[in-house]
T-cell receptor, first 111, second 115 residues
Framework: GEDVEQSLFLSVREGDSSVINCTYTDSSSTYLYWYKQEPGAGLQLLTYIFSNMDMKQDQRLTVLLNKKDKHLSLRIADTQTGDSAIYFCADSPGSARQLTFGSGTQLTVLP | EAGVVQSPRYKIIEKKQPVAFWCNPISGHNTLYWYRQNLGQGPELLIRYENEEAVDDSQLPKDRFSAERLKGVDSTLKIQPAELGDSAVYLC?????????????FGPGTRLLVL
């Protein structure tokens, strides 16, 4: 079946860049998403990329997609303490079907 | 624009008791999803509605779980009877469900603890 993998933990210093990586197996993935979840909260959509793109930039966020290797990354520039959260990668075959999520990466930003 | 609304936010029950969760999607969103998120994991789909029709319920444990979306707007997810392993966060999401407008927006979730 479909699988989405992420590393579990990442720690960075405030002001540094963070890079969160994700791999997926479904070659029919049409959209790939990054969601942020803070403690006790639901999932907040950060950004998404369509499968025919290889890069998308949105303010401090840069998404890179390597479709050949089925690898997705999220780079957060100038990481702040407010960025500390769990980040989920998810893929979808489109047609409003289900999202398949990774287990999440806990980002800790150290002062 | 109001986001996805869920209630209650927290629920503690004893095993074998029934429990129900309610979701109001974003106005104009035809597609509604219920996900379950176990501790330390990503959400997993339980059921997807397009308007009032359940189009994907393959991962819904039908012996104890039921859901409905009368009139194609609000939805209710029920568990009867609840088991210890049902402790999780139940997330509702909605999307416009149209090509190019498929992004799913999530509610805050209902945290269920079964004792």
């Amino acid at each position: 079946g479909e699988d989405v993998e992420q590393s579990l933990f990442l720690s960075v210093r405030e002001g540094d860049s963070s890079v969160i990586n994700c791999t997926y197996t479904d070659s029919s993935s049409t959209y790939l998403y990054w969601y942020k979840q803070e403690p006790g909260a639901g999932l907040q959509l950060l950004t998404y990329i369509f499968s025919n793109m290889d890069m998308k930039q949105d303010q401090r966020l840069t998404v890179l997609l390597n479709k050949k290797d089925k690898h997705l990354s999220l780079r957060i520039a100038d990481t702040q303490t407010g960025d500390s959260a769990i980040y989920f990668c998810a893929d979808s075959p489109g047609s409003a079907r289900q999202l398949t999520f990774g287990s999440g990466t806990q980002l800790t930003v150290l002062p | 624009e109001a986001g996805v609304v869920q209630s209650p936010r927290y629920k503690i029950i004893e095993k074998k008791q029934p429990v129900a969760f309610w979701c109001n999607p974003i106005s104009g969103h035809n597609t509604l999803y219920w996900y379950r998120q176990n501790l330390g994991q990503g959400p997993e789909l339980l059921i997807r509605y397009e308007n009032e029709e359940a189009v994907d319920d393959s991962q819904l444990p039908k012996d104890r779980f039921s859901a409905e979306r009368l009139k194609g707007v609000d939805s209710t997810l029920k568990i009867q009877p609840a088991e210890l392993g049902d402790s999780a966060v139940y997330l509702c999401a909605s999307s416009k469900g149209q090509p190019g407008q498929e992004t799913q927006y999530f509610g805050p979730g209902t945290r269920l603890l079964v004792l």
